[in-house]
């Protein structure tokens, strides 16, 4: 019987780790530990940057994409353009050939076979003559100062690679875009702190930059914006979180499109922590493993320890039954109920009232990761993606 009573507060405990006791635990080490406290700014010499749009079939909106990403406020004859064309078949070619005879600092680079985003990458690398690269999808549109945000802090040897925050339109809001929306607040939140302890987990495919000299081949089911960064740890750099270097995009849309990208972001990414974390030495780099098993790795088994806290505890209350965990078990059903009552609305394509959706949404997000896990112990693999947000190009705040 002790058995089931450890399982019930294990569970219990790494259910609420990620969420709660790890931002708290960050913020009082923060405190005490912190390595990012004193950052130098470049200040004239400013580098030579790559930008790197990722595209496939993306001809609503990368006319937009190159038209904001030349008006940005960076020297002109510092930046240059790339945009990897991963087969479009579309007009998105077309529409970039157009660019480039307007434009000598815009290069087409087209793989004739879909392969994916992360060998699009390496190619896109091969090309590129920046100092600093930074990475963007064809849908995420940057403030005026963006670059300069994600470059400045590279004046620190220490600093890798720079991410910025990837801000949802509001306009194509819903209930599945209001949930993300607020998941990716907390998420703000996190890498603020991580980024002031050592450095922030993981990037972000939408905005973030990097010393080129950091790049490594990526293998074509790598997730680049996850692997990429695990890397330059694993080499001794760190990663910086600048919540001024701001780009906008739409979300997902609807929680079906949501439950399909979470189930192949952490597909990706669990095989990424499974083929790289050999690069990594435990001592000297303990402060990040703590960070990524404490903000990725625990949560992506977040439905597995529920499951088992709520077995376990409907073992308790037929064995030895007390209020406690009688109320456990009610307020655990009632989750479940409420986000059981969301997705059938979901189905019906009727409103879902908050205290719905967002149940809803959190098991959504976290069936769909324990399902990627099971996917890549299988042996499933994801190497080209689908569009998951509808476009609303140019909407720049």
Same mark, same amino acid.
């Given at each position: 019987?002790?058995?089931?009573?450890?399982?019930?507060?294990?569970?219990?405990?790494?259910?609420?780790?990620?969420?709660?006791?790890?931002?708290?635990?960050?913020?009082?080490?923060?405190?005490?530990?912190?390595?990012?406290?004193?950052?130098?700014?470049?200040?004239?010499?400013?580098?030579?940057?790559?930008?790197?749009?990722?595209?496939?079939?993306?001809?609503?909106?990368?006319?937009?994409?190159?038209?904001?990403?030349?008006?940005?406020?960076?020297?002109?004859?510092?930046?240059?353009?790339?945009?990897?064309?991963?087969?479009?078949?579309?007009?998105?070619?077309?529409?970039?050939?157009?660019?480039?005879?307007?434009?000598?600092?815009?290069?087409?680079?087209?793989?004739?076979?879909?392969?994916?985003?992360?060998?699009?990458?390496?190619?896109?690398?091969?090309?590129?003559?920046? +100092?600093?690269?930074?990475?963007?999808?064809?849908?995420?549109?940057?403030?005026?100062?963006?670059?300069?945000?994600?470059?400045?802090?590279?004046?620190?040897?220490?600093?890798?690679?720079?991410?910025?925050?990837?801000?949802?339109?509001?306009?194509?809001?819903?209930?599945?875009?209001?949930?993300?929306?607020?998941?990716?607040?907390?998420?703000?939140?996190?890498?603020?702190?991580?980024?002031?302890?050592?450095?922030?987990?993981?990037?972000?495919?939408?905005?973030?930059?990097?010393?080129?000299?950091?790049?490594?081949? $990526?293998?074509?089911?790598?997730?680049?914006?996850?692997?990429?960064?695990?890397?330059?740890?694993?080499?001794?750099?760190?990663?910086?979180?600048?919540?001024?270097?701001?780009?906008?995009?739409?979300?997902?849309?609807?929680?079906?499109?949501?439950?399909? %990208?979470? %189930?192949?972001? @952490?597909?990706?990414?669990?095989?990424?922590?499974?083929?790289?974390?050999?690069?990594?030495?435990?001592?000297?780099?303990?402060?990040?493993?703590?960070?990524?098993?404490?903000?990725?790795?625990?949560?992506?088994?977040?439905?597995?320890?529920?499951?088992?806290?709520?077995?376990?505890?409907?073992?308790?209350? @037929?064995?030895?039954?007390?209020?406690?965990?009688?109320?456990?078990?009610?307020?655990?059903?009632?989750?479940?109920?409420?986000?059981?009552?969301?997705?059938?609305?979901?189905?019906?394509?009727?409103?879902?009232? %908050?205290?719905?959706?967002?149940?809803?949404?959190?098991? $959504?997000?976290?069936?769909?990761?324990?399902?990627?896990?099971?996917? +890549?112990?299988?042996?499933?693999?994801?190497?080209?993606?689908?569009?998951?947000?509808?476009?609303?190009?140019?909407?720049?705040?």
């Amino acid at each position: 019987m002790i058995i089931i009573y450890i399982l019930f507060w294990l569970s219990a405990f790494f259910l609420i780790y990620p969420y709660i006791i790890f931002p708290v635990l960050l913020i009082l080490l923060t405190k005490h530990f912190a390595s990012n406290k004193h950052l130098k700014e470049i200040e004239n010499k400013w580098p030579f940057v790559t930008f790197i749009i990722s595209a496939y079939n993306e001809e609503q909106v990368i006319s937009q994409k190159i038209q904001n990403t030349i008006e940005l406020d960076y020297p002109k004859d510092k930046l240059e353009i790339i945009v990897i064309s991963d087969a479009s078949n579309d007009n998105t070619d077309d529409i970039v050939q157009d660019w480039a005879v307007k434009n000598e600092n815009i290069l087409l680079v087209r793989q004739n076979q879909r392969k994916g985003k992360s060998a699009g990458l390496n190619l896109g690398i091969r090309n590129a003559k920046g +100092e600093v690269v930074i990475f963007s999808d064809a849908n995420a549109f940057y403030k005026n100062d963006a670059v300069y945000e994600l470059v400045k802090y590279f004046a620190n040897p220490d600093i890798g690679y720079v991410i910025g925050a990837a801000l949802y339109n509001e306009e194509t809001g819903n209930e599945s875009t209001e949930s993300e929306g607020l998941y990716w607040e907390f998420e703000i939140f996190i890498k603020k702190i991580e980024s002031r302890f050592y450095s922030v987990v993981g990037g972000d495919g939408a905005i973030y930059a990097i010393r080129r000299k950091l790049f490594w081949n $990526l293998e074509d089911d790598d997730i680049n914006d996850f692997v990429n960064p695990l890397q330059i740890v694993a080499k001794g750099y760190k990663g910086l979180f600048n919540p001024q270097a701001i780009c906008y995009e739409d979300a997902a849309g609807d929680f079906q499109k949501e439950f399909h %990208r979470k %189930r192949r972001i @952490v597909n990706r990414s669990w095989r990424a922590v499974k083929r790289y974390i050999g690069w990594f030495d435990v001592k000297s780099q303990f402060k990040y493993l703590f960070e990524l098993f404490s903000h990725k790795v625990i949560r992506w088994f977040s439905m597995f320890f529920f499951v088992v806290m709520y077995l376990a505890n409907l073992f308790i209350l @037929v064995v030895a039954p007390n209020l406690f965990y009688l109320l456990s078990f009610l307020l655990q059903s009632l989750l479940i109920v409420l986000a059981l009552t969301g997705y059938y609305l979901n189905l019906q394509q009727k409103n879902i009232p %908050r205290l719905a959706y967002l149940p809803y949404y959190y098991f $959504l997000v976290n069936i769909a990761a324990l399902l990627g896990i099971i996917d +890549e112990s299988k042996g499933v693999k994801y190497t080209v993606w689908e569009h998951v947000r509808e476009s609303s190009a140019g909407k720049i705040k």
